[in-house]
């Protein structure tokens, strides 16, 4: 065991506590020197994960703007980054090899001298349906649904909400809350190298073999003349820096402009098509959670009796709107993000909010309320005034923001 810095989470909180600040410490020296050395700690855990109104946004899944990272045969094949960022991720590793070739730096450093692709882009939608099956899993096992007497999806959502309200700020169900979560890596962003594939949880290990390596101080130099910030916890992982001049450089090549053009021009919102997909996840989790009987007794005449019923059979996602439809699945998505959150509204705010978009919906359809909503809810501070007045205030920065764009557009 190390005596200063922590090798795994099988130590007393005691421990973990002073190695951790023992590791920072150790750290926020090069930071002080390095402002690239980044601690992704807070809101900074959302970068690339978020637009500037702090809506979640993802690379679409059939993303042209994805490019595959030459990498040698005995590392991972196919890893893929946004298209500037392995443009300078190449050059980063070309500087590299001209220093080792020139003795400026050590040629022996284990991930420091040679850099190699260990870890990229990860499929935020994939890495979400796995995320949604362990969620599923601990609901099963909860006191909220009652899956032996499952009889519908009326039934089921009530303990869902339940579910949720207790445990959805730490166990996010929705894709917009999933992908601003912890649970989903910053890799999600295509912002994202890794040149080690290391344990994260081992920070004697990022001390013996980055921070105390001769090329630490050359690493993270370097990486900050070609745009690259390096994780403070996670030393090997490079995050492209959109709003460097460095980076820009590289993106001008693809006619992305601004970091702004990029969040715009590269993602979309979570939530574009998660809403037609919401009901489909219910239906899921149902088909999941019910029975194949529900069995009943019956006391008649002094015997006992068992029934059989069958719980109720949805083919499709029509047939789940028959019986819950599209008014509470709306009612029911907004409830789910409320208990995702970490800002906490009354009952009172919680029904005005629901009144408006309710209104939204039936007079404009259901993905633009849940739009309207999602630009609301993910607002960094907390509710003031009412929902109708940051829905005019978000289309006009949107429209500032498009003027903006026009103007500096290149012809």
């Known amino acids: 065991m190390s005596r200063f ?15 951790r600040s023992a590791y920072y410490s150790k750290n926020l020296t090069s930071s002080g020197q390095y402002e690239n050395l980044t601690d992704f700690f807070a809101e900074k855990l959302m970068y690339g994960k978020v637009s500037k109104f702090f809506v979640p946004i993802v690379l679409p899944k059939d993303s042209t703007n994805l490019k595959t990272i030459p990498t040698k045969s005995n590392t991972p094949q196919n890893l893929r980054a946004l298209n500037f960022v392995v443009d300078a991720f190449v050059d980063l590793q070309k500087h590299f ?20 692709v260990y870890k990229a882009y990860v499929d935020p939608y994939d890495h979400y349906q796995a995320h949604l099956i362990r969620l599923a899993k601990n609901m099963k096992t909860s006191n909220y649904i009652d899956s032996p007497n499952l009889k519908n999806i009326n039934m089921m959502n009530e303990g869902l909400a339940r579910y949720m309200e207790v445990g959805g700020l730490t166990n996010p169900m929705t894709f917009p809350a999933y992908v601003k979560s912890k649970a989903s890596p910053m890799n999600i962003s295509g912002l994202v190298i890794e040149i080690a594939d290391l344990d994260t949880r081992n920070d004697d290990e990022k001390i013996n073999l980055f921070t105390n390596s001769p090329n630490w101080n ?69 088909d999941f959670f019910k029975p194949k009987y529900i069995i009943n007794k019956e006391e008649c005449k002094g015997s006992t009796r068992i029934i059989r019923l069958k719980p109720n059979n949805y083919s499709n996602i029509e047939s789940v709107y028959k019986e819950y439809n599209k008014e509470k ?13 970490e800002t906490r509204y009354s009952d009172n705010q919680k029904n005005n909010i629901l009144i408006n978009i309710t209104d939204i919906y039936r007079k404009k359809g259901f993905n ?41 557009a290149r012809y």
């Open 218 to 286: 050359y690493y993270l130099n370097i990486c900050r003349s070609f745009g690259f910030m390096v994780d403070l916890d996670v030393p090997w992982r490079l995050v492209a820096d959109i709003g460097s001049e460095q980076m820009l450089e590289y993106a001008r090549n693809y006619d992305f402009n601004t970091s702004s053009e990029i969040l715009t021009f590269c993602y979309q919102s979570a939530h574009y098509k998660y809403s037609q997909n919401f009901t489909q996840n219910l239906l899921d989790i149902y």
């Open 5 to 19: 810095y922590k090798e795994s989470n099988k130590e007393s909180s005691a421990n973990l506590f002073n190695k």
């Open 329 to 341: 699945i709306l009612n029911l998505y907004c409830n789910i993000r409320f208990s995702e959150e």
């Open 97 to 116: 090899q001209k220093s080792v070739a020139n003795n400026k730096i050590k040629s022996d450093d284990p991930y420091l001298s040679n850099l190699q």
């Open 368 to 408: 633009t309320a849940i739009s309207e909503f999602e630009s609301f809810i993910n607002l960094p501070f907390d509710y003031q005034g009412s929902l109708g007045y940051y829905v005019q205030r978000k289309r006009e920065r949107e429209e500032q923001d498009r003027q903006q764009m026009i103007r500096t």
